[in-house]
């Protein structure tokens, strides 16, 4: 959702990806959140690169632990 938000294309498709990945703990959804975020940034798009950063450690990346445990 927040790559929807963020107006990145195919975010249905990097969503699905990043579900995939997520499977794997060792590389996860980081995998497809950082080049998205890097992108951004050489895009010029700062505000919506540290957005998603921000997201994708505060929200995506505890979210993925707390359901790894159970």
Not at 4 to 21: H, P, Q, Y
Not at 23 to 48: C, H, N, Q, S, W
Not at 51 to 64: E, F, K, P, R
């Amino acid at each position: 959702m927040s790559f929807w938000l963020l107006g990145i294309e195919a975010a249905l498709l990097w969503g699905v990806l990043m579900a995939l990945l997520s499977l794997r703990p060792e590389i996860g959804a980081a995998l497809v959140r950082f080049p998205a975020t890097i992108y951004l940034f050489m895009a010029g798009d700062y505000l919506k690169a540290l957005a998603l950063l921000a997201v994708g450690n505060l929200v995506i990346s505890m979210t993925d632990s707390v359901l790894q445990l159970l």
